[in-house]
Nanobody, 124 residues
Framework: VQLQASGGGLVQAGGSLRLSCAASGRTFSSNDMGWFRQAPGKEREFVAAVSWSGGSLFYTDSVKGRFTISRDNVKNTVYLQMNSLKPEDTAVYYC??????????????????WGQGTLVTVSS
């Protein structure tokens, strides 16, 4: 599986961005998908995950109510809609995939395939 993330950019605090992650390969619909981010000087952290069907969602507490993860298994794409952005959301955002096991997880060590990252900068 190859993943290509896009949609990052510069936005003012309170603004919105939508990230996309396009996947190649025939197994996209059998994979759970996740978004992670790495802020300058910090370790990469979990943001959100969605099950293979889109029926299960999971978010880190800091983005609940502001970010929405979704997927389109026809377009082989996962999205991260980010609203009410804050300067602390500034980071490189990565999408990742793992074969579904029936339970979505936040542990990045369990994700097998990774995209190249897209930079999101939120100005105050």
């Amino acid at each position: 599986v190859q993943l290509q993330a896009s949609g990052g950019g510069l936005v003012q605090a309170g603004g919105s961005l939508r990230l996309s992650c396009a996947a190649s390969g025939r197994t996209f619909s059998s994979n759970d998908m996740g978004w992670f981010r790495q802020a300058p000087g910090k370790e990469r952290e979990f943001v959100a995950a969605v099950s293979w069907s889109g029926g299960s969602l999971f978010y880190t507490d800091s983005v609940k109510g502001r970010f929405t993860i979704s997927r389109d298994n026809v377009k082989n794409t996962v999205y991260l809609q980010m609203n009410s952005l804050k300067p602390e959301d500034t980071a490189v955002y990565y999408c990742a995939a793992r074969p579904s096991t029936g339970r979505i997880v936040a542990d990045q060590r369990q994700y097998v395939w990774w995209g190249q990252g897209t930079l999101v900068t939120v100005s105050s």
